[in-house]
């Protein structure tokens, strides 16, 4: 991920805790549980980008705690977003929280594709070592694989009665806007899935797969995303 010198932070978003496209869903059940979890939730209010849109991420948690982002790449690399260089105070008094807090940006950048984003809130801090200007999103893990096993060893090492919570979601960073196609190109596109029977979470995202409603966001095709208007908002991903 590239990054931009002085108070510009090049980001391209998300880390893949779940059922999402490219193959690469983490592997929660991995995780211990927690007694007195910190219910979190992280999203967005749109949910597709392009390269240079700029970035807001939102964040809640059910009560203070120490917010930790993860940022998982379409190339597989895993990125701490949460605390950074530019802003290290991830201890969060207040129900909702966003990003950037502070003189940065995040702006949509390669690669492109399907990312997902993690929040970890814990009532402790996580022993991270600060990150340094020069690498202000430093790498976590070179896989989700990896990034799991560091989280459940950082776990283990700590007060059994520490309470924690996750929370994820997805969008696409695409390259170009598909209103570039070619003079006279046509894109017909199947008939859009009906509205989910259910409620969902802000930054949740539904689709429809083999006859059955699926978690996340599909490699190409229609899906529904539930916003922070407490509404649905249909939307097609594009194949980069």
């Known amino acids: 991920m590239s990054r931009r010198i002085a108070l510009l932070a090049v980001v391209g978003i998300v880390l893949a805790f779940g059922t999402a496209a490219l193959g690469q869903a983490f592997p929660l059940g991995l995780l211990p549980t927690s007694d007195e979890p910190v219910d979190a939730y992280v999203w967005t209010m749109e949910s597709l980008f392009y390269v240079g849109d700029p970035i807001v991420i939102h964040l809640r948690v059910s009560r203070p705690a120490f917010v930790y982002l993860f940022d998982l790449q379409p190339d597989g690399i895993v990125r701490l977003l949460f605390p950074n260089a530019f802003s290290s105070n991830n201890f969060v008094a207040s129900a909702s929280h966003q990003l950037p807090d502070g003189?940065?940006?995040?702006?949509?950048?390669?690669?492109?594709?399907?990312?997902?984003?993690l929040v970890f809130a814990s009532t402790?801090?996580?022993?991270?070592p600060p990150a340094a200007p020069t690498d202000p999103f430093p790498v976590f893990a070179g896989n989700p694989e990896e990034a799991i096993d560091t989280l459940v060893g950082l776990l283990a090492s700590m007060d059994p009665t520490l309470s924690w919570g996750v929370g994820w979601t997805a969008i696409q960073i695409e390259a170009t806007a598909k209103d570039e196609e070619e003079p006279g190109a046509t894109m017909i596109l199947p008939v859009p899935p009906p509205l989910p029977p259910f409620v969902s979470f802000p930054g949740d995202a539904w689709h429809r797969a083999h006859g059955s409603w699926a978690y996340g966001v599909p490699a190409a095709g229609w899906y529904w995303y539930h916003g922070l208007d407490n509404?649905?908002?249909?939307c097609w991903a594009f194949v980069g």
Request: proline fraction near 17%.
């Open 231 to 234: 509404r649905w908002h249909l």
């Open 124 to 128: 402790v801090p996580l022993p991270f």
């Open 103 to 117: 003189s940065y940006d995040l702006i949509a950048s390669p690669p492109t594709g399907i990312e997902e984003l």
